[in-house]
Structure formats: structure tokens, C-alpha cells
């Protein structure tokens, strides 16, 4: 009898231990649990507050050695004069600009952006600076296939009638428009104001659709004199 009342009296002992012990661990559980609440609340806090604004430029492979030749050119007036930073990213192959404690004016972000992607258009450092010396000034970009969908030689012709013998065509718009232009295989960039840029885009559109250059060169003239007399 006395053993099995001892036995008994172990029993409880242990019992009293077992719980003891599931309490603690539910409650040491409930902790972690309470933590894992806590955490991700604050994290995204932190992570969310951005001091800065970034633009991001893909590089196509082909401007890889321009851009690396021209890196000074472009890097001097977006730090110097726009107060920005700005770096080639490797991995990504995109330029990336952002904004500094010393940037004054948030546009100036956006005239850097569009300062490097005329570079990466294909124009030079010379004529992407007019962006960011000019207000007025835009980049407009369209494709062949936009105006007309054409394929094979046709399409050949077609950016053949662009250029002109020896780039003719392409500098004789240029120069009654006041505008610069790209011809990169299909893909056609404009740069200049709004409204210079809708009389090279209605020229460029004429070739496309089939005009005679002759035809276009007689347009372009009429346009010319209208503007001489306006001022």
C-alpha cells in the first residue's frame, strides 16, 4: 500500500512538471509569435522611406560603346548643373539617375532622363544637351510599321527614301524643320519643339506613304518661306 501511495504521490509530482513546463513553452511560443508580428510591421517602414526619386534607362547593346566613350560628357552637366547623381548599372545595363540633398528642382530628374535617352537614341552629346539648356524642346519617337505596315524590300525603299542620296533627304528636313533626327533601322526619333516636330513627322510620313521626294522637298519650301515672312 505504501509503495503504490508513493508511486502515486510521483505521479502527480511529474504531472505538476509537465505542466509547468507547457506553460512555459506556450508562453515562451506566444512570444516568438507576438515578435514575427511586430517585425514585419517595422521592416517595410524602414525600407519604404525613400529620400530620393530614380529614373532608369535601358542601354541598348549597340550604344554600349558610345555611351562608355561619352561617359564624362554626360556625367559632368547631370552631377554639376542638375545636382543629381547618376550611374551605369552593369547588371542591368541601365542608366540610373536620382536625386540628391542638393537637387533644387525635382524637374531637373526628368530633363536628365530625357537628356540620356536622346543619347541612346542615337543622338549626339551635343544635341541631347539642348534638352536640358531648353524648355521647349521634346523627343518624339515612331516606327515605320506606325505609319504603314510594310515588309521585306518595300520596307528597305522606304527608309532608303528617308535618307536620301547621301542623307539628303533626312538634312534637308532637319534644316526647314530646325530639327534633329534618327533613322535607326525601323525606329525614327525626332528631336526639336512641338511644333517643329509635327512638320518633320508629316514630311517623314509622306516618304513612307509613298511621295516623291521631289514632291516632299516642294512642301518643305512653301513651309520655309511661311516662316520667314512670320518673323
Known amino acids: ?3 503504490v501511495q508513493k508511486t502515486r504521490e510521483v505521479d502527480a509530482v511529474n504531472l505538476r512538471k509537465g505542466s509547468k513546463r507547457k506553460l512555459q513553452e506556450t508562453t515562451s511560443i506566444e512570444d516568438v ?3 514575427m508580428d511586430i517585425q514585419p ?3 517595410p ?3 519604404g522611406k525613400l529620400d530620393y526619386e530614380l529614373r532608369k534607362i535601358p542601354v541598348p547593346s ?3 560603346g558610345p555611351l562608355k566613350e561619352n561617359w564624362m560628357k554626360i556625367f559632368e552637366p547631370v552631377v554639376k548643373y542638375l545636382n543629381l547623381q547618376i550611374r551605369f548599372n552593369l547588371k542591368h545595363r541601365t542608366v540610373e539617375i536620382r536625386t540628391s540633398k542638393e537637387t533644387e528642382d525635382i524637374a531637373n530628374l526628368q530633363k536628365a532622363a530625357d537628356f540620356v535617352k536622346a543619347f541612346v537614341c542615337g543622338f549626339t552629346v551635343e544635341d541631347a544637351l539642348a534638352l536640358l539648356r531648353l524648355d521647349d524642346l521634346f523627343l518624339e519617337s515612331f516606327e515605320v510599321q506606325d505609319v504603314k505596315p510594310l515588309k521585306g524590300d518595300h520596307l528597305s525603299r522606304a527608309i532608303g527614301r528617308l535618307a536620301g542620296k547621301g ?4 538634312f534637308t528636313i532637319e534644316n526647314v524643320t530646325k530639327t534633329r533626327i534618327v533613322l535607326a533601322e525601323t525606329k525614327i526619333h525626332i528631336l526639336g519643339s512641338f511644333k517643329n516636330i509635327q512638320l518633320a513627322r508629316r514630311a517623314i510620313c509622306d516618304l513612307i506613304l509613298g511621295t516623291p521626294p521631289s514632291k516632299v522637298y516642294g512642301q518643305l519650301r512653301h513651309v520655309a518661306v511661311k516662316t520667314s515672312e512670320r518673323l
Open 1 to 3: 500500500m505504501m509503495s
Open 33 to 35: 509569435d507576438d515578435q
Open 41 to 43: 510591421s517595422t521592416l
Open 45 to 47: 517602414a524602414k525600407k
Open 62 to 64: 549597340h550604344r554600349y
Open 167 to 170: 542623307g539628303k533627304t533626312k
